[in-house]
């Protein structure tokens, strides 16, 4: 099947940026994941912070959000100490808090996430 949901990636100092839109399936989320990775293993990041930035029709299908829970590991694995949000709706943050329990700080303003995650050094566990 085809890819599903648009992102685009971008560093700011320590902090990656992934802007994500539209609806996404399975496919779309390990294009994604594989993207994610190439972007830390070029930039040879030990300790880095990730902001997701959920557009208001952002959602994944049941099989992509399992997606998300098996790759969750690999980011605490891979140097990223702390994992932000910014959701639009409810069940944006609803789905993000069961996938992450406690490992997600959500916010509703872009510039409040990018200031508050940007240079943080405090590791975060991953539900």
Known sequence: MKPHGSWYIAWQDDLMTI??????????????????????????????????????????????????????????????????AVCNDSVQKTLLKKVYRDGVY???????AVQSLQGIRHPRRYG
């Open 19 to 84: 802007d994500l839109e539209g609806s996404f399936n399975k496919e779309g989320v390990l294009q994604l994941q594989h993207d994610i990775r190439s972007e830390v293993l070029r930039k040879k990041m030990t300790e880095w912070a990730r902001l997701e930035i959920f557009h208001v029709d952002t959602l994944a299908t049941p099989d992509a959000v399992h997606a998300v829970e098996q790759f969750s590991p690999w980011y605490a694995l891979n140097g990223c100490v702390a994992f932000g």
């Open 106 to 112: 959500i916010y509703n303003d872009t510039n409040v």
